[in-house]
């Protein structure tokens, strides 16, 4: 698997909160599979990521460019107008493209200046606003323009007899270029085509030259030639504009195209010619960018309602576990009791649901065998998928090595098959099937943000009613279905979405109306793993624990009243603080002699893992526990924490806090 982002440059150099998001979003796989200079700056114009190709391009190091201002990759005689630009970015922040009538320079290391043409693309976030720039050398295309309108200029003074030589330097100039450039009638037909043009097309010239411009446009595109013919007519030129076409074999491009006029030596126009760039790379990567937006943002709010959620639950259950001790065995109290428990089981599912989505539920992975896990849970899922439905099990490596929660794993599966199954109402076949897959470079940047490795695949797929693309747009979003209401929460491919990323995975979807579906998982495979799963522990009630003191650290006072209940009921002394500094003055005073920390994660003021890290400085053999309805970002900053810490997740039970605890003090 790749390095993080910034390994290749200086992590010091950045703020926390922005190195962050950037890892985030910015993964190198979709930077490097941009042929563009790729840099994405703050709102202080401060560079914050680059790709190779930027190295490339202006002759600095990652290392000499991060951290740094992007003024000094701009012309002297720019900077002020560049900086006064960014500024009015700022303020009206959306996707633009920069170049067209303006002046616009790069300067390299060396102090040399080129034309360029910029992309703007900003990214939203909650620490502030970043812009990202896919910065293109177009000397070519200045050159060969210049070229053109030479060589036209020049047929305006000269006799026809120099005519043959001026179009072989035209020739030349045009043919040296990888954008294609084609020359064109008013009627759009084609007189002239490229080497670029045949590159990115696929036409050979002698299967184009005197057809129609029109075999390049799709059908959804039909009216956007005759409409651009005209404006030529009219002497108009159409400046790098966004659009599609279609290539020889089928596939549909993102180019970006210019259109100008040709003249005669009179000045009348006679055609055009076209120069146009394959962008389909950098519009995959920018819908990436802004899905990851999406999603990052969509997973925080789902992340912060949960954790509040929990807060709740987590009350009501220790509410009625301390209930059941006062009303004992009363039959009347013990149908309420139950409803009480069992309502707060469902709530604890359902955050747990929203939790995996924003990828902060913890997972307990371990060394397993994808292909033992699907025989093991398509036991549970063919009475569910019902007698219509036949469900084939295709497992093609003899085993499928993958280091992820069991539990999750199912989930995945039952989810994907239950959605398969509502997708067949008439009845059809489920298909489950494994495979090793290994992806080399070029496949990785052809599918960002996947990285080149080994992957053990899972595909499960269907042959049922399928679904158009804007439905799959929006599959998994929280709360978004197609169902009809009063069936399903709108959670379960959400759940999907959020496990394979926690697990440091990927899932694609394939469908088509009337075709069926297909959903592709590919995990890290974890061969090299093999033997080093952790056993399981059995489910067993702690002793009664005499004589050891707990300081419980919660915000939520009456979460932390209850805690208090129920350790003391099993002989636990508990010291209480309501924040990390008064557990720290607490701890300071030495009135008590504290043998372990329960302390929550996300608190007003000092967090948990800060507390953790003051703890272990003054006290090194202080053992804490976190608990929290999701361990978020607070907790993943302080990597070297978690392998030492244990974790106990809201809502818990009884047992769960004390097995934790006794398991944390043993």
């Known amino acids: 698997m790749s390095k993080p982002v910034f390994d290749a440059g200086d992590p010091g150099k950045l703020p926390q909160p922005l190195k962050t998001l950037a890892e985030t979003l910015l993964s190198p796989s979709l930077l490097e599979a941009i042929p563009d200079a790729m840099v994405a700056v703050n709102q202080d114009g401060i560079v914050v990521q680059v790709n190779s190709q930027t190295q490339d391009l202006f002759g600095y190091t990652r290392d000499e460019l991060i951290g740094q201002r992007i003024e000094m990759l701009v012309p002297e005689r720019q900077r002020l107008q560049h900086r006064q630009h960014r500024e009015r970015f700022a303020d009206l922040p959306k996707v633009r493209r920069m170049g067209a009538g303006l002046d616009l320079h790069g300067r390299r290391r060396d102090g040399?200046?080129?034309?360029?043409?910029?992309?703007?693309?900003?990214?939203?976030?909650?620490?502030?606003?970043?812009?990202?720039?896919?910065?293109?050398?177009?000397?070519?295309?200045?050159?060969?323009?210049?070229?053109?309108?030479?060589?036209?200029?020049?047929?305006?003074?000269?006799?026809?007899?120099?005519?043959?030589?001026?179009?072989?330097?035209?020739?030349?100039?045009?043919?040296?270029?990888?954008?294609?450039?084609?020359?064109?009638?008013?009627?759009?037909?084609?007189?002239?085509?490229?080497?670029?043009?045949?590159?990115?097309?696929?036409?050979?010239?002698?299967?184009?030259?005197?057809?129609?411009?029109?075999?390049?446009?799709?059908?959804?595109?039909?009216?956007?030639?005759?409409?651009?013919?005209?404006?030529?007519?009219?002497?108009?030129?159409?400046?790098?504009?966004?659009?599609?076409?279609?290539?020889?074999?089928?596939?549909?491009?993102?180019?970006?195209?210019?259109?100008?006029?040709?003249?005669?030596?009179?000045?009348?126009?006679?055609?055009?010619?076209?120069?146009?760039?394959?962008?389909?790379?950098?519009?995959?990567?920018?819908?990436?960018?802004?899905?990851?937006?999406?999603?990052?943002?969509?997973?925080?709010?789902?992340?912060?309602?949960?954790?509040?959620?929990?807060?709740?639950?987590?009350?009501?259950?220790?509410?009625?576990?301390?209930?059941?001790?006062?009303?004992?065995?009363?039959p009347e109290a013990r149908p309420y009791l139950a409803n009480i428990r069992q309502a707060s089981e469902r709530g604890a599912s359902l955050t747990r649901q929203l939790l995996t989505f924003s990828r902060k539920q913890p997972l307990q992975p371990r060394v397993l065998d994808l292909n033992q896990q699907l025989k093991e849970v398509s036991r549970l899922l063919r009475p569910l998928l019902g007698d219509a439905v036949q469900m084939t099990l295709n497992c093609r490596p003899a085993s499928a090595i993958v280091e992820a929660d069991p539990s999750q794993l199912d989930q995945i599966v039952v989810n994907l098959a239950l959605n398969a199954r509502d997708a067949m109402p008439g009845g059809g076949k489920l298909i489950l099937e494994t495979a090793v897959m290994d992806f080399d470079q070029e496949f990785a940047a052809q599918h960002p943000p996947l990285s080149a490795g080994r992957y053990v695949m899972l595909a499960v797929s269907d042959n049922g009613i399928g679904m158009d693309d804007a439905t799959v747009a929006h599959i998994f979003e929280p709360f978004f279905t197609t169902k009809e209401t009063g069936r399903g929460t709108g959670l379960g491919l959400a759940t999907v979405y959020g496990i394979v990323n926690q697990s440091h995975g990927h899932v694609w979807v394939y469908s088509e109306p009337g075709r069926g579906t297909t959903f592709k998982i590919y995990l890290p495979c974890a061969d090299h793993k093999l033997g080093l799963a952790p056993a399981s522990d059995a489910e067993t009630l702690p002793p009664r624990a005499e004589g050891k003191t707990v300081m419980v650290v919660e915000d939520e006072d009456l979460m932390r009243t209850l805690t208090r209940q129920m350790l003391e009921a099993h002989g636990y002394r508990v010291v209480e603080a309501n924040e990390g500094k008064a557990a720290l003055e607490h701890l300071t005073s030495g009135r008590d002699s504290i043998d372990i920390t329960l302390t929550d994660v996300v608190m007003r003021g000092m967090s948990g893992p800060e507390l953790a890290l003051r703890l272990t400085e003054s006290h090194p053999a202080m053992k804490v526990v976190f608990m929290s309805g999701y361990a978020g970002d607070l907790i993943s900053d302080q990597g070297a924490l978690i392998a030492g810490v244990n974790l106990l997740e809201k809502p818990f039970t009884r047992a769960a806090l004390l097995k934790t605890i006794h398991q944390a003090l043993e």
């Open 112 to 330: 040399s200046e080129f034309p360029v043409e910029i992309s703007l693309s900003p990214i939203a976030t909650g620490e502030g606003l970043l812009v990202l720039s896919a910065i293109r050398d177009i000397s070519d295309r200045k050159r060969i323009e210049e070229e053109l309108r030479r060589v036209h200029a020049d047929l305006e003074r000269r006799k026809d007899r120099q005519l043959r030589d001026y179009e072989n330097r035209l020739a030349l100039a045009v043919d040296s270029s990888q954008d294609a450039i084609i020359g064109k009638s008013l009627d759009g037909i084609i007189t002239h085509w490229n080497k670029g043009a045949e590159s990115i097309y696929g036409y050979k010239p002698e299967e184009v030259i005197g057809k129609s411009i029109s075999m390049l446009a799709p059908k959804d595109h039909s009216d956007e030639i005759p409409n651009i013919l005209e404006r030529i007519r009219h002497g108009e030129r159409v400046e790098y504009f966004e659009t599609v076409r279609v290539t020889r074999d089928g596939r549909r491009l993102n180019v970006s195209i210019s259109v100008s006029p040709v003249r005669d030596g009179e000045g009348t126009i006679v055609g055009a010619f076209t120069i146009a760039r394959n962008i389909t790379a950098q519009k995959r990567a920018e819908e990436q960018l802004l899905q990851a937006q999406k999603m990052e943002s969509v997973g925080r709010l789902a992340g912060g309602i949960a954790h509040d959620f929990n807060n709740l639950l987590g009350i009501i259950t220790a509410s009625s576990e301390l209930l059941r001790g006062c009303v004992g065995e009363k």
